[in-house]
């Protein structure tokens, strides 16, 4: 993986001393609460609920066992002994004091990691593919690519005033697993005959207005990327709305301009640009591809895990749902559940993180990853460790069986820490969880990816989650609205509403009457929820979720 | 005819801790809501927020929240304003951990 160079350490040690500064001028009175919220902000620095709270980025959700354990250790100096990983790929900390996060921040800078970008009007981390560098699907390692973006984009004189955020997110698969549709500008590595480049999809967003991102360019050269983002987020700079926030996304911008207009103008603009990289951008690429490299791969018998795999039910129910093809025969990928029911989702300890960092250096070529569901990745792992590897896992409640399933709730954190938030998230996806492993139907029910958002703004990406639940506040009490069919893959769709909200003492049942329908009517164990609800389209759901409607109308 | 005033308190982030604090009739800023200064006349409130906001070295984001007399102690009204005096629901951390 990459490994920061003397201009990257030096850039965020002088970037640290200038925020520990502000800090300063802050406390002391010099600078007002209005100059100081947004270098805070810049610094990922916010002001929730009850506490600050720091985001730091892991860009493309890569790190390794040093880094992890410096966020533990963040975790029990600073906060209170967790960390909550996001659907941007960033871990959060929820309850640090503002005189400790320079602090913070020189700790992460230690280990080559960063809270920049994380909030404003900037380019945001850019996320990528959980499985990248390892997925048998995969083209190419998309790792390089966003690592690049990274660099182009962190602290790019032109980019740090956007009239909005702006987020990237780069697959190497066709497989999407880095829901390229749904952000400002999706990238997806790909050959054509024999030549690298990119598809390059613009314009997709969830929240207030969500759209599903459209084809700007069908293949770019590899050589063309950074001109080419350059010129599609400076026409963006320049005909984006600063006069609504809430029609200032790309997303609106392509909707109100059409996107003939925006290609026109990205294409005219990328003419001009092209030249003025001259080749420094692709000699950056190489040498990052570099670092990349795949780890050495270990070969040897792999008996060991077949043994356990036919002799331990409960282990061969685990692998059965947390492993996932590796490109190496004898390797596998692991997805680590952050998801056990009725925890936080998302939320690790300080010991779980040591323990994953642990397991990551010993056993899995020091590599991990964190997804936008909100779970770890051990990327690399010879099937011979698998039993050690569960063992180790299940030793610190880390060995839940359940990647995909019903209890792997994408949730945001809500009005249980957020300022934004309408209505609480977090508790309505402990529920859930517990109430489908109470009837131990999660494997019955087989896959499904329920999201939970606690606003309209939708960090937890209910439009795109089969079963969507957005809380919101209506006239001072919480209620939760459902939307089905959405999908966040290659073929994403935004998720129907399918009726009146739900109180949140109802959410929960309303959720079970949906499975009970999905179960009365899937044609095989082996239709999907989704499957069945496109086959079927929204009626026998909603006669599910609004029995008295049907009562009434009879 | 106009609506019957609510009674309101004004509230508050602490500068070095993010906690949530209530202005208390001595222009101090409390962790306690059942400490704040109940305010209940519409120019009153106008007034107290404008002290509020003049310490902007001690305090964050100062507004005002609707509150009720509940055996003479303000209670919150909206279930925002009542998890900001607890903390959240997942774990036992903020107010209502060190308040107790």
């Known amino acids: 993986m990459y490994q920061y160079n003397d201009f990257d350490r030096d850039f965020l040690a002088e970037r640290n001393a200038q925020f520990r500064a502000q800090v300063e001028r802050r406390i002391d009175g010099s600078l007002t609460e209005d100059e100081f919220k947004p270098l805070r902000l810049m610094n990922g620095l916010y002001l929730q609920l009850h506490a600050y709270m720091l985001r730091v980025a892991i860009p493309y959700g890569t790190l390794n066992g040093g880094q992890m354990d410096v966020l533990a250790d963040i975790a029990d100096k600073w906060d209170k002994g967790y960390g909550h990983f996001t659907t941007r790929q960033n871990i959060q900390y929820n309850w640090p004091k503002l005189k400790d996060v320079p602090d913070m921040l020189d700790a992460l800078g230690e280990v080559g990691m960063h809270a920049i970008q994380t909030s404003g009007n900037t380019i945001r981390n850019v ?46 698969s066709a497989n999407d697993r880095a829901v390229i549709k749904a952000h400002d500008i999706g990238i997806r590595l790909l050959n054509r005959d024999g030549e690298a480049g990119y598809e390059i999809i613009v314009g997709g967003g969830l929240g207030r207005t969500p759209m599903i991102g459209k084809v700007l360019r069908d293949f770019l050269p590899k050589a063309d990327l950074l001109p080419y983002c350059e010129a599609i987020v400076s026409v963006y700079n320049l005909l984006g709305r600063r006069d609504n926030k809430y029609k200032a996304r790309i997303k609106i911008t392509v909707h109100e301009n059409g996107i003939e207009t925006i290609r026109e103008l990205v294409e005219e603009r990328f003419a001009l640009l092209k030249p003025q990289f001259g080749g420094v951008d692709q000699k950056m690429l190489k040498s990052i591809e570099a670092e990349f490299a795949a780890p050495e791969f270990k070969t040897g018998s792999v008996a060991s895990f077949k043994d356990a795999y036919h002799t331990d039910p409960v282990f061969r129910s685990w692998a059965d749902t947390n492993l996932t093809a590796h490109k190496n025969d004898d390797y596998s990928i692991v997805s680590i559940s952050i998801k056990k029911h009725g925890e936080t989702p998302g939320d690790a300890t300080s010991a779980q993180m040591r323990e994953m960092a642990a397991i990551a250096r010993k056993l899995a070529h020091n590599e991990l990853r964190i997804s936008h569901e909100q779970n770890v990745m051990l990327p690399h792992v010879h099937k011979s460790h698998l039993p050690e590897i569960y063992a180790r896992l299940k030793a610190v409640d880390l060995a839940t069986a359940n990647i995909g399933k019903i209890s792997d709730i994408i949730a945001c954190p809500g009005m249980d820490y957020c300022a934004l938030a309408t209505a609480r998230s977090i508790p309505v996806a402990q529920q859930i969880a517990t109430r489908f492993d109470e009837l131990k139907l999660e494997h019955e029910i087989g896959d499904l990816k329920i999201k939970i958002s606690g606003c309209i703004n939708a960090c937890g990406h209910h439009h795109v989650g089969h079963i969507g639940i957005l809380g919101l506040d209506r006239a001072g009490v919480e209620n939760y609205q459902i939307t089905l069919g959405g999908d966040h893959t290659e073929t994403a769709a935004i998720g129907e509403r399918a009726g009146p909200g739900f109180a949140y003492d109802e959410i929960v049942p309303a959720i079970e009457r949906l499975i009970e329908a999905y179960l009365g009517h899937r044609d095989s164990a082996d239709e999907r929820f989704i499957d069945t609800y496109r086959r079927l389209g929204l009626a026998p759901f909603k006669a599910a979720l609004y029995p008295e409607a049907k009562a009434n109308a009879a | 005819m106009s609506k019957p005033f609510t009674p309101k308190v004004v509230t508050a982030n602490a500068l070095l801790e993010g906690d949530v604090v209530y202005l208390t009739v001595d222009d101090q800023w409390s962790r306690h809501l059942s400490e704040a200064e109940v305010i209940e006349d519409e120019a009153h409130g106008d007034l107290r927020l404008l002290d509020g906001n003049s310490q902007p070295d001690v305090v964050v984001g100062v507004y005002l929240i609707d509150v009720a007399l509940e055996d003479g102690a303000p209670q919150p009204t909206h279930f925002r304003e009542e998890f900001r005096t607890r903390g959240p629901s997942n774990y036992d951390h903020g107010k209502q951990a060190e308040l107790v």
């Open chain 1, 127 to 172: 996320t990528a593919d959980h499985f990248a560098g390892a997925a048998k699907d995969e083209v190419a390692d998309p790792r390089p690519t966003a690592e690049l973006l990274r660099q182009w984009s962190t602290d790019h004189p032109e980019f740090q005033f956007l009239p909005r955020k702006f987020k990237l997110a780069v697959t190497g």
